[in-house]
């Protein structure tokens, strides 16, 4: 995504004459950042910037650029099925995603900021949830698709979200990840009582607990690094997306804000207690 002078510096136009384009044309079509910042789509803008080269003519160089596409599927034109409440449209685009990008790349390039985008934190709208729950309801799907564990290890995902939660949503991706590259993945919540929490720790006996999400509290982390040191240090406890600090000492450590970034960083600490190496940062 590019801000308003990049994209206009692209284009050779001001950005009153983008601006002009957007209530016109209605196209090229920003996204708005939290901070309400319009962010243009680069392949967009790159794509218009082709046709009007071709055409030297706005109107005409609009309509060629949507009828051959911007390229491959992004978050924008994902954004825009959910804010038009077409769920055949944000099927097709993450299905014609999936054709040129890794399902990583999907999830975290275009399926997470699609999402994002729509949401609104003064308020929860029809459009952002609809996006969230057509987005929970295709990493379903896929998940199911995901090949059986190719890998000895076994993940537990402590996740305390809500439905619309951005971190529950973000934790169901870090779930369909982690299972597509093989590791067995089981996703719980913290609700769990005590004395079977331990029990569940022990029937599974996971060499990760990650716990997930803003709405992790800090005696839900305790609980946590307590049952896994009570199993010997047998399990490491990790958090992702949780807003605390790491201490030294705390027997938690931190996973990358992303999923993709956070299967990186959980599979270089199981990699490294294979061969010795302490896994927690």
């Not at 054709?99 to 900021?113: A, G, K």
């Amino acid at each position: 995504m590019i801000r308003t002078t990049a994209a206009a510096r692209m284009l050779g136009v001001s950005t009153n004459t983008l601006r002009s384009w957007e209530r016109r044309y209605g196209f090229p079509q920003p996204l708005r950042s939290q901070g309400g910042h319009r962010q243009y789509d680069f392949e967009e803008i790159a794509a218009l910037r082709q046709t009007l080269a071709e055409t030297h003519n706005v109107s005409s160089a609009i309509a060629l650029v949507q009828e051959r596409g911007a390229g491959p599927p992004s978050s924008a034109q994902l954004a825009t099925a959910y804010q038009q409440l077409d769920d055949r449209q944000a099927d097709r685009l993450l299905e014609e995603s999936l054709v040129v990008r890794s399902l990583e790349r999907t999830i975290d390039e275009v399926l997470l900021p699609g999402v994002e985008s729509c949401s609104d934190p003064a308020d929860q709208t029809a459009e952002y949830e609809f996006a969230w729950r057509h987005a929970v309801s295709w990493l379903a799907a896929i998940g199911r698709l995901s090949h059986a564990s190719a890998r000895s290890e076994t993940i537990l995902l402590i996740d305390p979200a809500v439905p619309c939660d951005l971190d529950g949503l973000h934790t169901r991706a870090l779930e369909v990840i982690l299972r597509a590259t093989g590791l067995r993945t089981i996703t719980l919540t913290p609700a769990i009582q005590r004395s079977r929490l331990r029990r569940a720790l022990r029937a599974l006996a996971p060499q990760a607990v990650v716990v997930c999400g803003e709405r992790a509290s800090l005696d839900t982390i305790a609980r946590l690094v307590f049952a896994a040191r009570t199993m010997g240090g047998r399990t490491h406890v990790f958090d992702y997306r949780v807003p605390v600090p790491e201490t030294r000492g705390s027997g938690i450590s931190h996973l990358g804000d992303s999923p993709v970034a956070a299967k990186e960083d959980l599979l270089a600490a199981l990699d490294a207690g294979r061969t010795g190496v302490p896994s927690l940062r």
